[in-house]
């Protein structure tokens, strides 16, 4: 219980807003562990897939699953919307041009996976494979950028409402989040999630969609090497958050370094063929990536608040009340299991077998059910 | 100017969502009822009428998922003040609704469309009926949280953070205006997909039967039909009676919004209320009395009045008098009066009084709808294909989307200027942080990429209704090698 009796600055964090801040980073790293593969499988479509029928193997690899990674999103969203309306408040509306990119970026890829083979003109089909790129990309840049500024700690400062409270607010500007340490940032999360993707599809196929994923895969592995190098040691070297604690530091860097290790990994396995613990390596990489960041984010949130001449925003003051904070960790308790077994149910007795081009049914839209 | 464009985008962007909602809730349900009645009699019929709405189904799904995931995030990016103020409250509904209800639907709907083949007959059956439930799970919270807007219960004024804070979770779930208007809004919710059912299927029937298809198409279609229209019918029933008491309880918690909705402009003795069927020419003296159960009805001068002097009030129908309002707006009180004078308390009366009459004009034009396509089909008949019946498959389903959207509009116009009734001012509860241009950049991003795929979808829609019921449906589970019974 050590977490509990460190000193900061401020207040002190209760349990429950250290829990909730854990729960949060859980549901961040799901989403990017199951919606990564996804973003990845969505970007490589158009290129790994020369004919109509290869393409649609491809798609049909995240097929069962795309809509509920998704709601891991949401849920982060709405959980942070809940523990945290201060984190919520100011965030989103600070970063209100990035959302609406990914935003639309998550509309289009999430109707071109419905409706691309709804029709059977080629014209039609390749504009929607086209549309799912370029909409699983630009979430993945935004997330990547975003996340990295989150790490370097969002500008705040105070505003006066008419009532007379004083509530915090993004200063900086949105050309202000395009630093280099922040594209940084955006082109890692591309990489990674492309690997991550294309190692998805080598796990999930046969023949020579499956031979292609793993030979893009592995050269993508070493892009997304050198970019987590690069953003691992910049990261932990360059920026300090307010309140910052010392051994989560540590686990800053160790996180960091077992997410390059973890890609590495993931390419030598790649390499002897063994695509099961490829993916697992991406999806290790994934993982520990957001944490590293997510030790960042204790008790800053994110936020840099030496400007800031109101009260810091923070994990004890954007949280909500410790009410609000009971019931819903009661309903985690007893849910989150439940969410979870039924994922991994559909992961991996329904939709567990691998497919190929003979599982892919003829041109014919009327069967489309 | 901000606060009018980021009002203009809410009801945008929310009453296109609400286009595809009230659908995939009804249309759930009805889909898990034909492939239910397939299993139980194994009619083949029931099969392929489950494969041909499904597909309808999932067409209007996608629509309603992507245009969801704005919705929440909407919140925090134009609505931030609002957002920290009722976080702690508001949040909670939000959260759980993504956790509890969103990832039953996802998951278990896909698993219902790729696994066909894979699932044995009774766990296929189970993933969606699954799906609607977790449909229902998520209006459930979204109408509590929305109702908490329109009567803010189980909640305090912390002065020291400034905001609302959550003191009982309880009163969320059995705040009377959820209580009525959850049930209304299902309600509805099967009237958009039984006229959608009905309409669809009686103009494939009379389509199918001039064009001389086999008789168990038409004996499919004519089924169809009639459990759509039926559908319709009840649930129109149930939506009166719902709206009703509705009505009878918004007298009370949003007197101003009643007051708007039937133009009352002087006070009318006791008891003796009219109803007004155009602005001013009034009819049936105490006919509104009766309506609303309550003898004194305030009108719009007196409420506007007694805001500014005692600020915002309940109304007790009972004791015909002002009782105080909840504790979160009594204590608000004082914070509230910083900026009375600035705040007119009254909502747009002419589109209050004009959307509460579609609403209910529009609705029940879509229940004589549903006798109709009962009268058509009624006995061995078949209804004549033409231009009669066309334009009937495409009024009927539109009916019950306006309807709801015209009660959406009522609903949320009619609480204004309030964001948190008789709380916070909508306009306080805007993001100071975004200026106008991205608002409007936004939004007309939105709407342009909302009209393509608006077009997108409906020709689709259209297409897959005119390919009609499959011939031949297998759903034996397959091994390995064989092409999947569905894929993207």
Redesign the interface.
């Known amino acids: 219980m050590t977490i509990l009796d460190i000193a900061v600055p401020a207040a002190s964090p209760s349990f429950l807003q250290i829990l909730w801040l854990i729960l949060v980073a859980v549901l961040w790293i799901g989403f990017f562990f199951l919606e990564g593969f996804d973003f990845g499988v969505g970007m490589l479509v158009p290129f790994l897939g020369k004919t109509d029928q290869d393409r649609r193997l491809v798609i049909n690899t995240i097929g069962p699953h795309w809509d509920g990674n998704e709601v891991w999103l949401l849920t982060a969203g709405g959980a942070m919307f809940a523990a945290f309306p201060g984190w919520y408040a100011t965030l989103f509306s600070g970063l209100y041009l990035p959302l609406f990119l990914v935003l639309l970026g998550l509309i289009v890829r999430g109707i071109a996976i419905e409706y691309r083979s709804k029709r059977e003109d080629a014209t039609w089909r390749n504009a929607w494979d086209w549309a799912l790129a370029v909409g699983s990309f630009l979430p993945a840049l935004v997330f990547g950028v975003g996340f990295a500024n989150f790490l370097k700690g969002l500008p705040v400062g105070p505003h006066t409402t008419v009532f007379g409270n004083t509530v915090t607010l993004y200063t900086g500007t949105f050309w202000g989040l395009f630093m280099p340490f922040c594209l940084i940032g955006g082109l890692l999360f591309v990489a990674l999630f492309l690997t991550h993707g294309a190692f998805f599809v080598s796990l999930k196929t046969t023949g020579p969609i499956h031979d292609r994923a793993s030979t893009v895969g592995g050269n993508l592995a070493l892009v997304t090497g050198v970019l987590a190098i690069a953003l691992v040691i910049w990261g932990n070297i360059a920026y300090k958050l307010p309140g910052q604690v010392g051994w989560l530091m540590v686990a800053a860097w160790i996180t960091g370094i077992l997410a390059i290790v973890s890609v590495g990994f993931a390419w030598f396995m790649n390499s002897r063929g063994r695509d099961g613990w490829a993916f697992v390596g991406t999806a290790v990489a994934t993982v520990t990536l957001i944490v590293m960041f997510f030790c960042h984010f204790y008790p800053s949130l994110g936020f840099d608040n030496s400007r800031n001449t109101g009260i810091s925003l923070d994990l004890t003051t954007a949280s909500s009340s410790s009410l609000t904070l009971t019931i819903m960790s009661w309903v985690a308790l007893f849910l989150v299991p439940v969410v979870l077994a039924y994922t991994a149910w559909s992961y991996f007795f329904v939709f567990r077998r691998r497919l190929s081009t003979k599982n892919i049914p003829a041109l014919d839209v009327t069967t489309a059910s | 100017m901000t606060d009018t464009m980021a009002r203009w985008q809410f009801a945008i962007t929310t009453v296109y969502h609400y286009f595809f909602v009230p659908l995939t809730i009804g249309l759930s349900v009805l889909v898990a009822v034909l492939q239910t009645a397939w299993a139980k009699t194994g009619n083949d019929a029931y099969l392929r009428l489950t ?1 041909f709405f ?2 309808l189904f ?2 209007n799904f ?2 309603g ?3 969801g ?2 919705q ?2 909407q ?4 609505w ?2 609002y ?2 103020f ?7 509904p ?7 209800a ?3 639907e ?6 219902w ?4 083949d ?2 044995s007959k009774g766990v296929h059956l189970a993933t969606i009926w699954l799906a609607a439930a977790g449909t229902f799970i998520s209006s459930i919270f979204i109408i509590a949280a929305n109702a908490w807007m329109q009567n803010p219960v189980g909640a305090i004024y ?1 002065a020291e953070q ?2 609302a ?3 009982d ?1 309880l009163a969320l779930l059995t705040n009377p205006i959820f209580l009525t208007q959850w049930p209304h809004t299902i309600a509805a919710a099967f009237v958009t997909a039984g006229a959608f059912m009905a309409a669809v299927a009686c103009y494939m029937l009379a389509k199918k039967a001039k064009e001389g298809a086999p008789k168990d198409d038409l004996a499919a279609y004519r089924k169809a039909t009639k459990f759509g229209a039926w559908v319709l019918i009840v649930a129109g029933v149930c939506t009166v009676i719902t709206g009703d008491l509705m009505g009878k309880q918004l007298v009370t918690t949003q007197p101003t919004k009643m007051a708007a909705a039937e133009n009352i402009q002087e006070n009318f003795p006791e008891g003796q209320a009219p109803f007004q069927v155009l602005p001013g020419v009034n009819l049936f003296p105490g006919l509104l009395n009766w309506l609303y159960g309550t003898d004194t009805i305030q009108s719009l001068p007196d409420l506007d009045k007694q805001f500014q002097s005692e600020g915002f009030q309940q109304f007790d129908r009972a004791a015909g008098q002002p009782i105080a309002g909840n504790a979160l707006q009594q204590q608000f009180a004082d ?1 509230l009066d ?2 009375k004078a600035d705040v007119d308390p009254l909502p747009d009366t002419t589109v209050s009084f004009w959307m509460f009459r579609l609403m209910i004009g529009v609705g029940m034009l879509a229940v004589l709808g549903g006798i109709y396509f009962l009268i058509a089909i009624r006995k061995d008949h078949i209804p004549s294909a033409g231009a009669w019946m066309t334009c009937l498959a495409v009024v009927m389903p539109l009916l019950p989307l306006l309807a709801n959207s015209f009660g959406w509009i009522f609903t949320e116009m009619g609480r204004q200027p309030w964001i948190v009734n008789g709380v916070l001012p909508t306009l ?1 509860g805007l ?4 200026g106008v241009g ?1 608002v409007w ?2 939004m007309i ?1 939105y709407t342009l ?1 909302y009209a393509v ?1 608006a077009v ?1 979808e409906v020709r ?1 829609l259209l ?2 209704i005119k ?1 009609g019921l ?1 011939p031949k449906v297998d759903v034996s589970i397959k091994d ?9």
């Open positions: 494969k499904g597909r999932l067409i996608a629509m998922v992507v245009t995931i704005v929440e995030f919140f925090g990016m134009n931030s003040e957002s920290r009722v976080g702690d409250i508001f949040g909670a939000l959260a759980l609704e993504a956790l509890i969103f990832f039953l996802s998951t278990f709907l896909g698993m469309i790729f696994g066909w894979r699932l912390d400034g905001r804070e959550l003191s979770f914070q910083k900026i306080q993001s100071p942080s975004v991205p950049f936004s991003v990429v795929l997108i689709l297409k897959y390919i499959a390995e090698a064989e092409p999947l019974s569905f894929a993207y």
